[in-house]
């Protein structure tokens, strides 16, 4: 009778192919903030990280290309997640330029985030990608393609930026725009803190999609 979905770029697809709108209930997914907070960088390295899984999907191999490309000095690129065969040809590519360290258990993913100085996620679809609202939590600007349902919750040029899935270019663009500007990254940051504490926790999506259910109920009874 209903589906439930988390964000417009969902919402859109169930559109495109025919699905009445007034079936969709959306909801915005949201993050434990006792689990995900921020804790102190402890150096200048600009860090770019990303937890997923190491997929085709999840564009991991425009992010390797990229910051490869890109050659910036103090900087690394960190990655988190389960390796997929599909992806093994592009980490032997890129061998040197990336560190991997493989499955971090959800209780050891906040102090991965909190070494970071981004959060770069280049994913071709996600129906909104919970490591996203972790991210920001840990006080990180968000990189994000516009489908993994980032524009529910990133503010472009405030909390980090939305880009077109594929376009390395813009991603090196916004990457070296961040390298550059440390007071900038820092005030995206906190701003993506801010953002996910006042209307995105786990808290805050049940009040919500209690509120869709009762919206049903009620015009049922009517």
Same mark, same amino acid.
């Given at each position: 009778d209903y589906i439930a979905i988390p964000s417009h770029f969902v919402r859109q697809t169930f559109l495109e192919q025919g699905v009445p709108a007034r079936k969709l209930i959306h909801v915005p997914y949201g993050v434990d903030l006792v689990q995900f907070h921020e804790m102190p960088k402890k150096d200048e390295v600009f860090r770019?990280?990303?937890?997923g899984g190491m997929t085709l999907?999840?564009? @991991?191999?425009?992010?390797?290309?990229?910051?490869?490309? !890109?050659?910036l000095p103090d900087s690394e690129l960190v990655l988190a997640g389960g390796l997929s065969d599909e992806i093994k040809p592009f980490f032997k590519k890129y061998e040197g330029k990336f560190r991997y360290l493989g499955h971090l258990p959800q209780s050891e993913l906040y102090k991965?985030?909190?070494?970071?100085? @981004?959060?770069?996620?280049?994913?071709i679809?996600?129906? !909104?990608?919970l490591v996203i609202p972790q991210a920001m939590a840990c006080g990180l600007p968000v990189i994000a393609t516009a489908n993994t349902g980032a524009e529910d919750i990133v503010r472009d040029g405030k909390d980090g930026f939305i880009i077109p899935i594929r376009d390395i270019e813009k991603l090196k663009e916004k990457l070296v725009f961040l390298y550059e500007n440390k007071e900038a990254r820092e005030m995206m940051g906190a701003s993506s803190k801010e953002r996910v504490k006042t209307g995105f926790t786990w808290h805050d999506y049940g009040e919500k999609i209690i509120g869709e259910y009762l919206k049903i109920i009620r015009a049922r009874h009517n």
């Open positions: 770019v990280v990303f937890a999907r999840k564009g @991991v191999h425009y992010l390797l290309r990229a910051f490869s490309e !890109l050659n991965f985030y909190s070494s970071g100085s @981004v959060f770069v996620m280049m994913s679809e996600e129906g !909104l990608a």
